[in-house]
């Protein structure tokens, strides 16, 4: 499975933009990003994926470098109900998903 | 659309006992994936389906654990027997494509075995 770097853990304020990096240096040409995210007491959630164009959706914006070694998930304008955990995950044909210790985001008021 | 649907929510159980967890799959997904949550050790893969067919087991811990897909609507998790390191809180998740969509989780089991 293609590795994954994060920063363990990232604080934003309330209803400012929130930059969550992610390195794959080891990224395949046929590798998928998947971006998910675990808020307190419940299962993942799906947020958005690309593979090599940037993305939006209403949830958030993913930003790929251009040589797809590192990708960016953009949170437009955080709010408390953001504070979760974040994970990127590359996917490669096969469809595991097989997530990493991600980056905990806390967002202060 | 209902979502995943675990089932159940909480089990409390005793060591040596056999416990089953439920999945029921979102109508239409193919792919089914069962993942077990701890603090120590984070969202571990333990399993998955693809067209009720196991793909991938690599992640079950031991031979007490044993996930089936009797077809496209339910699957099952059992471990047999239940000992209390398998204290967690296991999800399940299924998806179309994988890579050209996403996973949707259920809500886990909170498994404790005392």
């Known amino acids: 499975d293609a590795k994954t770097t994060q920063p363990n853990s990232m604080e934003s304020n309330e209803e400012e933009p929130v930059h969550l990096p992610c390195n794959h240096s080891?990224?395949?040409?046929?590798?998928?990003i998947h971006w998910y995210r675990q808020l307190p007491s419940q299962g993942p959630e799906y947020v958005i994926h690309?593979?090599?164009s940037n993305v939006n959706n209403r949830m958030a914006s993913l930003a790929i470098a251009e040589d797809r070694k590192s990708s960016t998930l953009i949170l437009h304008r955080a709010t408390l109900r953001d504070a979760a955990v974040y994970y990127c995950?590359?996917?490669?044909?096969?469809?595991?998903?097989?997530f990493g210790a991600g980056t905990i985001l806390r967002v202060k008021s | 659309d209902a979502g995943v649907i675990q089932s159940p929510r909480h089990e409390v159980t005793e060591m040596g006992q056999e416990v089953t967890l439920r999945c029921k799959p979102i109508?239409?997904?193919?792919?089914l994936f069962w993942y077990r949550q701890t603090m120590m050790r984070g969202l571990e893969l333990l399993i998955y389906?693809?067209?009720?067919?196991?793909?991938?087991d690599s992640g079950m811990p031991e031979d007490r654990f044993s996930a089936k897909m009797p077809n496209a609507s339910f699957s099952t998790l059992k471990i047999q027997p239940s000992e209390p390191r398998d204290s967690a809180v296991y999800f399940c998740?299924?998806?179309?494509?994988?890579?050209?969509?996403?996973?949707?989780f259920g809500s886990g089991t909170r498994l404790t075995v005392v």
């Open positions: 998740a299924s998806g179309p494509e994988i890579r050209l969509y996403g996973y949707t």
């Open positions: 080891t990224i395949s040409g046929t590798d998928y």
């Open positions: 690309g593979l090599t």
């Open positions: 995950i590359l996917i490669r044909y096969g469809n595991k998903l097989v």
């Open positions: 109508s239409g997904h193919n792919s």
């Open positions: 389906f693809n067209n009720n067919v196991p793909i991938d």
